[in-house]
Protein backbone atom coordinates (compact mmCIF):
# COMPACT_ATOMS: atom_id res chain seq x y z
CA UNK A 1 0.00 0.00 0.00
CA UNK A 2 1.32 3.33 -0.96
CA UNK A 3 1.03 6.29 1.36
CA UNK A 4 0.53 9.08 -1.53
CA UNK A 5 -1.59 9.67 -4.81
CA UNK A 6 0.27 8.46 -7.94
CA UNK A 7 1.63 10.48 -10.55
CA UNK A 8 -1.08 12.35 -12.96
CA UNK A 9 -2.32 9.50 -15.54
CA UNK A 10 -2.93 11.70 -17.89
CA UNK A 11 0.90 12.71 -18.15
CA UNK A 12 0.10 16.57 -16.90
CA UNK A 13 -2.12 16.87 -20.52
CA UNK A 14 -5.42 18.93 -19.63
CA UNK A 15 -8.53 16.97 -20.91
CA UNK A 16 -9.28 17.94 -24.23
CA UNK A 17 -10.56 21.35 -25.17
CA UNK A 18 -9.39 22.97 -21.64
CA UNK A 19 -6.35 25.21 -22.08
CA UNK A 20 -3.00 24.06 -20.36
CA UNK A 21 -2.91 27.16 -17.49
CA UNK A 22 0.40 25.80 -16.27
CA UNK A 23 3.05 23.04 -15.81
CA UNK A 24 1.30 19.84 -13.62
CA UNK A 25 5.23 18.64 -12.81
CA UNK A 26 7.44 21.00 -11.49
CA UNK A 27 10.26 21.75 -13.83
CA UNK A 28 13.04 20.34 -12.10
CA UNK A 29 11.08 17.14 -11.86
CA UNK A 30 10.20 17.13 -15.44
CA UNK A 31 11.63 13.71 -16.76
CA UNK A 32 12.40 12.20 -13.74
CA UNK A 33 11.38 9.07 -12.48
CA UNK A 34 7.76 8.73 -10.65
CA UNK A 35 7.94 9.69 -7.02
CA UNK A 36 7.16 7.06 -4.63
CA UNK A 37 5.89 8.12 -1.22
CA UNK A 38 5.81 5.89 1.76
CA UNK A 39 4.32 6.43 5.34
CA UNK A 40 6.64 4.79 8.09
CA UNK A 41 5.39 4.60 11.60
CA UNK A 42 8.17 5.02 14.59
CA UNK A 43 6.27 2.98 17.79
CA UNK A 44 7.42 2.17 21.43
CA UNK A 45 7.38 2.97 24.90
CA UNK A 46 7.39 6.43 26.58
CA UNK A 47 11.12 7.95 26.25
CA UNK A 48 12.35 5.23 23.81
CA UNK A 49 13.76 8.02 21.41
CA UNK A 50 10.71 8.06 18.87
CA UNK A 51 10.74 12.08 19.01
CA UNK A 52 14.91 11.74 18.55
CA UNK A 53 14.51 9.40 15.51
CA UNK A 54 12.45 11.93 13.82
CA UNK A 55 13.87 15.38 14.20
CA UNK A 56 17.23 13.39 13.68
CA UNK A 57 16.12 12.84 10.07
CA UNK A 58 13.38 14.72 8.93
CA UNK A 59 14.08 17.37 6.15
CA UNK A 60 11.17 19.88 7.32
CA UNK A 61 10.97 21.21 10.85
CA UNK A 62 9.77 18.09 12.58
CA UNK A 63 5.60 18.84 13.45
CA UNK A 64 5.57 17.82 17.02
CA UNK A 65 3.36 18.20 19.68
CA UNK A 66 5.79 18.53 22.57
CA UNK A 67 5.05 19.74 26.04
CA UNK A 68 7.07 20.52 28.77
CA UNK A 69 6.21 18.29 31.38
CA UNK A 70 4.89 19.48 34.55
CA UNK A 71 5.74 18.08 38.15
CA UNK A 72 1.96 16.74 37.93
CA UNK A 73 2.89 14.81 34.58
CA UNK A 74 6.31 13.03 36.84
CA UNK A 75 3.47 11.02 38.54
CA UNK A 76 2.00 9.95 35.57
CA UNK A 77 4.77 9.45 32.57
CA UNK A 78 7.10 8.56 35.44
CA UNK A 79 10.66 7.44 33.48
CA UNK A 80 13.48 6.30 36.04
CA UNK A 81 15.96 5.20 33.70
CA UNK A 82 15.58 8.00 31.17
CA UNK A 83 15.33 11.07 33.67
CA UNK A 84 17.04 13.89 31.84
CA UNK A 85 13.61 13.89 30.20
CA UNK A 86 12.03 17.31 30.18
CA UNK A 87 9.36 17.40 27.70
CA UNK A 88 6.74 15.13 26.40
CA UNK A 89 4.96 14.07 23.20
CA UNK A 90 1.60 14.86 23.91
CA UNK A 91 0.01 13.78 20.38
CA UNK A 92 2.78 12.19 17.75
CA UNK A 93 5.61 13.22 15.30
CA UNK A 94 5.55 13.94 12.38
CA UNK A 95 8.74 14.53 9.89
CA UNK A 96 9.85 14.30 5.75
CA UNK A 97 13.07 12.66 4.44
CA UNK A 98 13.30 12.55 0.70
CA UNK A 99 15.44 9.60 0.77
CA UNK A 100 16.39 9.45 -3.00
CA UNK A 101 15.48 11.08 -6.34
CA UNK A 102 12.11 8.97 -6.09
CA UNK A 103 11.62 7.85 -2.73
CA UNK A 104 10.09 10.30 0.27
CA UNK A 105 9.47 8.58 3.03
CA UNK A 106 6.94 10.46 5.34
CA UNK A 107 7.79 9.25 9.54
CA UNK A 108 5.23 9.58 12.42
CA UNK A 109 5.67 8.77 15.37
CA UNK A 110 3.21 7.02 17.64
CA UNK A 111 2.33 9.12 21.09
CA UNK A 112 3.61 6.22 23.68
CA UNK A 113 1.82 6.20 26.68
CA UNK A 114 -1.02 3.55 27.20
CA UNK A 115 -3.85 6.48 27.22
CA UNK A 116 -3.05 7.15 23.55
CA UNK A 117 -3.30 3.50 22.35
CA UNK A 118 -6.41 4.16 20.82
CA UNK A 119 -5.24 6.26 18.07
CA UNK A 120 -2.65 3.80 16.73
CA UNK A 121 -5.51 2.20 14.34
CA UNK A 122 -5.42 5.73 13.37
CA UNK A 123 -1.53 6.59 12.76
CA UNK A 124 -1.13 3.29 11.06
CA UNK A 125 -3.60 3.69 8.58
CA UNK A 126 -2.07 3.42 5.18
CA UNK A 127 1.19 2.77 6.48
CA UNK A 128 4.16 0.25 4.53
CA UNK A 129 6.20 -0.14 7.43
CA UNK A 130 6.96 0.23 10.83
CA UNK A 131 9.95 0.54 13.23
CA UNK A 132 9.52 -0.17 16.88
CA UNK A 133 11.93 1.30 19.10
CA UNK A 134 12.96 -0.07 22.45
CA UNK A 135 15.66 1.30 25.70
CA UNK A 136 16.95 -2.08 27.05
CA UNK A 137 17.13 -0.91 30.13
CA UNK A 138 13.31 -0.38 30.24
CA UNK A 139 11.98 -2.96 27.52
CA UNK A 140 8.75 -3.21 29.37
CA UNK A 141 7.81 0.26 27.99
CA UNK A 142 7.87 -1.15 24.52
CA UNK A 143 5.82 -4.57 25.27
CA UNK A 144 2.35 -3.07 24.35
CA UNK A 145 4.00 -1.72 20.89
CA UNK A 146 5.51 -5.51 19.76
CA UNK A 147 2.33 -7.07 20.86
CA UNK A 148 0.03 -4.20 18.64
CA UNK A 149 2.67 -5.12 15.77
CA UNK A 150 2.27 -8.76 16.06
CA UNK A 151 -1.12 -9.26 16.62
CA UNK A 152 -3.16 -6.39 16.21
CA UNK A 153 -1.89 -5.41 12.81
CA UNK A 154 -0.61 -5.99 9.51
CA UNK A 155 1.96 -3.46 8.85
CA UNK A 156 5.25 -4.95 9.06
CA UNK A 157 7.78 -3.94 11.73
CA UNK A 158 11.43 -3.97 12.70
CA UNK A 159 12.66 -3.55 16.54
CA UNK A 160 15.55 -0.98 16.54
CA UNK A 161 17.28 -1.09 20.14
CA UNK A 162 17.80 2.59 20.70
CA UNK A 163 21.79 2.17 22.32
CA UNK A 164 21.46 5.20 24.54
CA UNK A 165 24.93 6.37 25.53
CA UNK A 166 26.24 3.68 22.65
CA UNK A 167 25.82 1.11 25.47
CA UNK A 168 24.37 -1.97 24.07
CA UNK A 169 23.58 -3.51 27.59
CA UNK A 170 22.14 -7.04 26.27
CA UNK A 171 22.83 -9.13 23.23
CA UNK A 172 20.46 -9.19 20.44
CA UNK A 173 19.06 -12.73 21.05
CA UNK A 174 18.61 -12.03 24.89
CA UNK A 175 16.55 -8.83 23.67
CA UNK A 176 14.71 -11.04 21.01
CA UNK A 177 13.82 -13.84 23.73
CA UNK A 178 12.82 -11.12 26.39
CA UNK A 179 10.44 -9.51 23.58
CA UNK A 180 9.32 -13.07 22.29
CA UNK A 181 9.97 -11.90 19.21
CA UNK A 182 8.79 -13.62 15.91
CA UNK A 183 12.00 -15.14 13.81
CA UNK A 184 10.92 -13.14 10.74
CA UNK A 185 11.40 -9.81 12.47
CA UNK A 186 14.18 -8.24 12.35
CA UNK A 187 15.83 -6.82 15.24
CA UNK A 188 18.86 -4.19 14.04
CA UNK A 189 20.27 -1.42 16.61
CA UNK A 190 20.63 1.69 16.02
CA UNK A 191 21.21 5.37 17.61
CA UNK A 192 18.73 7.76 17.46
CA UNK A 193 20.56 11.00 17.35
CA UNK A 194 22.29 9.88 14.30
CA UNK A 195 21.42 10.58 10.63
CA UNK A 196 22.95 7.17 9.52
CA UNK A 197 22.01 5.13 11.17
CA UNK A 198 18.33 6.17 11.31
CA UNK A 199 18.77 5.89 7.39
CA UNK A 200 19.82 1.98 8.03
CA UNK A 201 17.17 1.47 10.46
CA UNK A 202 14.76 2.99 7.82
CA UNK A 203 16.01 1.50 5.07
CA UNK A 204 16.13 -2.10 6.66
CA UNK A 205 12.28 -1.42 7.62
CA UNK A 206 11.93 -1.13 3.80
CA UNK A 207 13.58 -4.09 3.13
CA UNK A 208 11.66 -6.15 5.02
CA UNK A 209 8.34 -4.53 4.13
CA UNK A 210 9.44 -5.75 0.13
CA UNK A 211 10.45 -9.25 1.58
CA UNK A 212 6.77 -9.53 3.70
CA UNK A 213 4.73 -8.62 0.39
CA UNK A 214 6.83 -9.82 -1.64
CA UNK A 215 4.51 -12.53 -4.25
CA UNK A 216 1.55 -10.70 -2.65
CA UNK A 217 0.93 -8.68 -5.98
CA UNK A 218 0.06 -5.62 -4.38
CA UNK A 219 3.62 -5.02 -2.86
CA UNK A 220 3.13 -2.06 -0.38
CA UNK A 221 5.94 0.14 -2.34
CA UNK A 222 4.47 -1.34 -5.16
CA UNK A 223 6.45 0.45 -8.73
CA UNK A 224 3.99 3.20 -9.63
N1 LIG B 1 22.14 9.25 25.06
C1 LIG B 1 21.06 9.15 24.26
N2 LIG B 1 19.96 9.84 24.58
C2 LIG B 1 18.89 9.73 23.77
C3 LIG B 1 18.89 8.90 22.62
N3 LIG B 1 17.67 8.96 22.04
C4 LIG B 1 16.94 9.77 22.82
N4 LIG B 1 17.67 10.25 23.85
C5 LIG B 1 17.21 11.12 24.93
O1 LIG B 1 16.24 10.37 25.64
C6 LIG B 1 15.15 11.19 26.00
C7 LIG B 1 13.86 10.62 25.44
O2 LIG B 1 13.87 10.74 24.03
P1 LIG B 1 12.55 11.14 23.19
O3 LIG B 1 12.99 11.18 21.76
O4 LIG B 1 11.88 12.34 23.73
O5 LIG B 1 11.62 9.87 23.48
P2 LIG B 1 10.12 9.57 23.02
O6 LIG B 1 9.28 9.72 24.24
O7 LIG B 1 10.16 8.14 22.56
O8 LIG B 1 9.76 10.52 21.93
C8 LIG B 1 15.47 12.59 25.49
O9 LIG B 1 16.01 13.34 26.57
C9 LIG B 1 16.50 12.35 24.41
O10 LIG B 1 17.39 13.45 24.28
C10 LIG B 1 20.10 8.18 22.30
O11 LIG B 1 20.20 7.45 21.31
N5 LIG B 1 21.14 8.34 23.17
MG1 LIG C 1 8.17 11.90 21.88
Redesign the pocket.
Known amino acids: MVYASSPDPSGGRPPAGVPRTGPAVPPDRRGAAPRTSVKIVVA ?1 G ?7 LVESISQIPPVNTEAWMTQAAKTIDPLAE ?1 D ?2 T ?3 VAMDFGRVTLSSDLVLYLF ?1 TP ?1 QPRFWPMWDDLCRGASGAVV ?1 VDTRRLEVSFAAVNYFENDSDVPFIVAV ?4 GRQTHALPQVREALRLQPGVPLVTC ?3 DRGSVVQTLTTTLGHTLDTTAGRGTGRLAAR
Open positions: GFGVGKTTAGKTTTGGLNLFDDAR
